[in-house]
């Protein structure tokens, strides 16, 4: 019979039920809507993980989701490419903030090289994401802002493979070569802890 459950009951439930990411996702599936989206990522990160951060410093730590959502970072971090806590939440997506935040354009060093990566990881990434609207609504707002990101997205590239060393060009200390970890959190790879 014709159930028509809400997102906002759906996402009671999954609550409810202390469902994990994946979990969550089937419900969605099976009620054939899409999930209401912007922290649902967020609300499954362990309470803890800002201390894991902070004492990684001054060492800079992210979290990102594998759209790349920054969900949270430390001191280093924040300082490394420009003042984040300045950026809206809404606007921390670090694909995003890459071809359409000017500072971020300033401080890396080799952007093409660094662009042709990151589109390639997006497209690879979104593969098993085609009919989420998140993941679509962010390359529909990155082909209208970037002509770059466009060019880039035409050419069908795809990698899984990880950018060994990663060069910035900070303000303060000069020009850095930093090698990135990356460790998938939860049994879900629901985020990823980087660190350089």
């Known amino acids: 019979r014709d159930i028509n459950a809400s997102a906002q009951v759906l996402e009671a439930v999954a609550r409810t039920l202390r469902m994990d990411h994946q979990e969550r996702q089937h419900l ?18 362990p309470t803890h993980l800002q201390e894991v951060l902070d004492q990684l ?9 594998p759209r790349f959502d920054l969900l949270a970072y430390n001191r280093a971090y924040n300082y490394l490419v420009d003042d984040v806590d300045h ?4 606007e921390r997506n670090l694909i995003w903030l890459f071809f359409t935040h000017p500072a971020w354009i300033e401080v890396c060093d080799g952007w093409d090289a660094a662009g042709n990566y ?10 098993t994401h085609l009919d989420d609207p ?50 998938w959190l939860g049994r879900t ?6 660190t350089y």
Request: charged residues 20%; glycine residues 4%.
């Open 28 to 45: 969605f599936r099976l009620a054939g809507i899409a999930p209401l989206a912007p922290d649902a990522e967020c609300a499954m990160l």
């Open 118 to 127: 990151l589109v390639a990881q997006l497209r690879a990434r979104m593969a």
């Open 57 to 65: 410093d001054p060492f800079p730590a992210l979290v990102s989701t």
């Open 87 to 90: 950026i809206l939440p809404e």
């Open 189 to 194: 790879g629901v985020a990823q802890l980087t």
């Open 134 to 183: 998140m993941w679509t609504e962010l390359v529909d707002r990155l082909l209208a802002a970037s002509p770059e990101f466009a060019q880039r997205w035409e050419r069908h590239d795809v990698t899984a493979a990880a950018m060994a060393v990663k060069r910035f060009r900070n303000q303060l200390v000069g020009e850095l070569h930093l090698n990135a970890t990356k460790l």
